[in-house]
Nanobody, 124 residues
Framework: VQLQASGGGLVQAGGSLRPSCASSGRTFYNYLMAWFRQAPGKERDFVAGINVNTGFTYYEDSVKGRFTISRDSAKNTLYLQMNSLKPEDTAAYYC??????????????????WGQGTQVTVSS
């Protein structure tokens, strides 16, 4: 199983980015897929998640209304549309997958599969 994240970059405050995460090796049915982020010297924190079965989405409070998580099942690709970016959104962004019902989706320890990070830098 592989998760391959890409699409980060450098953008000015107020701009937009759309990182993606291509998956291979399984279908991820009965899984929740998510994005986490980690700034230097800080913990890796939950940003957004999507139930692969139902499409139901979950967001961390500071990104609600600005970020949208989605998944293209035909392409096995996860996306994170990030609008109205702020300097405090600067971090490495990681995609991850956990089996539904196994644990708290907000905890990084609940996730079995991880992609490598893609850096998002927002300048003021």
């Amino acid at each position: 199983v592989q998760l391959q994240a890409s699409g980060g970059g450098l953008v000015q405050a107020g701009g937009s980015l759309r990182p993606s995460c291509a998956s291979s090796g399984r279908t991820f049915y009965n899984y929740l897929m998510a994005w986490f982020r980690q700034a230097p010297g800080k913990e890796r924190d939950f940003v957004a998640g999507i139930n692969v079965n139902t499409g139901f989405t979950y967001y961390e409070d500071s990104v609600k209304g600005r970020f949208t998580i989605s998944r293209d099942s035909a392409k096995n690709t996860l996306y994170l549309q990030m609008n109205s970016l702020k300097p405090e959104d600067t971090a490495a962004y990681y995609c991850a997958a956990m089996r539904l019902g196994s644990s708290d989706y907000r905890l990084k320890t609940s996730y079995t599969y991880w992609g490598q990070g893609t850096q998002v830098t927002v300048s003021s």
